[in-house]
C-alpha cells in the first residue's frame, strides 16, 4: 500500500475510535464512578514517520487524567462536547485527503477525474 495512504488510514482508524470513545464517555456522564477515557494515536504516528525504518504506529486508550467529582464520574461534559467536534472536523479532513489521494492514483493509472 502507498505510505501516504497508510498514514491517512490509519489517522482515519485513530481518529474513528476516538470518536468512539467520547460518544461512550458523553453516554456515561451521569455514571457515578465512570473514568472517562482518552485515545491517543499522534504521538505515535510522528514517530513512526520519522523512524529511518519505518515504525509501528499504535492506538493507545488511557484512563483521562481529569480529577472526579462527587459521584466519582471524571467527565467533563463541556471538554468531550469540544473533543466530539474537533475530532469530527479532523475526520472529516482525514477523508478529504484520502479521496484525493484516491483520485490521483486514477489519474495516474489513466482514469477519469470526477
Known amino acids: 500500500m502507498d505510505p501516504i495512504l497508510s498514514v491517512l488510514q490509519f489517522a482515519v482508524d485513530g481518529l474513528s475510535q476516538r470518536q468512539q ?46 480529577a472526579p467529582g462527587s459521584n466519582g464520574n471524571n467527565v467533563d461534559t463541556a471538554n468531550q462536547l469540544a473533543s466530539a467536534e ?3 472536523l479532523q475526520y472529516q479532513t ?9 483520485r490521483l492514483i486514477q489519474g495516474a493509472a489513466g482514469g477519469s477525474f470526477q
Open 21 to 66: 470513545v467520547t460518544a461512550n464517555n458523553l453516554a456515561n456522564v451521569d455514571t457515578p464512578g465512570y473514568t472517562a477515557q482518552q485515545v491517543g494515536f499522534e504521538s505515535s504516528l510522528q514517530q513512526a514517520m520519522s523512524s529511518p525504518n519505518g515504525g509501528q504506529a499504535t492506538v493507545s486508550v488511557s484512563a483521562d487524567p481529569t
Open 86 to 88: 474537533q475530532t469530527t
Open 94 to 102: 482525514m477523508v478529504e485527503m484520502l479521496n484525493a489521494q484516491f
